[in-house]
Antibody, heavy 117, light 113 residues
């Protein structure tokens, strides 16, 4: 069974940093792209970042480029999202998602990030 | 960026009746090389993460009931629930994966009338 478990969310002040982690199991992690998608409270889905198997292709939504960094550790079956210079508008549930290319086929439950003073 | 526009924002349908959701992309998501539409539908029930229902515009995922069907090509797509069941109450999102940035529609909330 595919499982994706996010952690690392919490309350942070504007301008602060957080690092989200996602532990994957139930599939061969190194075979897949990995993605982060966020959902602000009561709102729709916004794709944030995606990374291919060897890190040679990485894409970000414009609103986070230069502030967020996606990375992965295949030895730990994990993907990460380093978030710097956080803003109130980054407040959301962040979902870790497995990708078959850009097809987002399995989603984690998500971790809540709240940016507030 | 490819903008995805869903309609309606919400709809209420009687149990057993048909529900139809539309999605329009601001540019074609049909690949000229492989003739595939890079388009998907998701279902999100309250308190749950989204679930992939349909990829390539019309290919149902394993385990998805056949009352769900996707159609369309190019820029115009439709998700049809042929006979609405109580467990289908959810928000439905369309998504294009033709090009980065990946983009989603705003969502359609389906309720029971």
């Amino acid at each position: 069974e595919v499982q994706l478990v996010e952690s690392g969310g919490g309350l942070v002040q504007p301008g602060g940093s957080l690092r989200l982690s996602c532990a994957a199991s139930g599939f061969t992690f190194s075979d897949y792209w990995m993605t982060w998608v966020r959902q602000a409270p009561g709102k729709g889905l916004e794709w944030v970042a995606i990374m291919n198997q060897d890190g040679s292709e990485i894409y970000y939504v414009d609103s986070v480029r230069g502030r967020f960094t996606i990375s992965r550790d295949d030895a730990k079956n994990s993907v990460y999202l380093q978030m710097n210079s956080l803003r109130a508008e980054d407040t959301a549930v962040y979902h870790c998602v497995r990708g078959s290319g850009f097809i987002l086929d399995y989603w984690g439950q998500g971790t809540l990030v709240t940016v507030s003073s | 960026d490819i903008v995805m526009t869903q309609s309606p924002d919400s709809l209420a349908v009687s149990l057993g009746e048909r529900a139809t959701i539309n999605c329009k992309s601001s540019q074609s998501v049909l690949s000229s090389s492989n003739k595939k539409n890079y388009f998907a539908w998701f279902q999100q029930k309250p308190g749950q993460p989204p679930k992939l229902l349909i990829r390539w515009a019309s290919t149902r995922e394993s385990g998805v009931p056949d009352r769900f069907s996707g159609s369309g090509s190019g820029t115009d797509f439709t998700l049809t629930i042929s006979s609405l069941q109580a467990e289908d109450v959810a928000v439905y999102y369309c998504q294009q994966y033709y090009a980065a940035p990946i983009t989603f529609g705003g969502g359609t909330k389906v309720e029971i009338k």
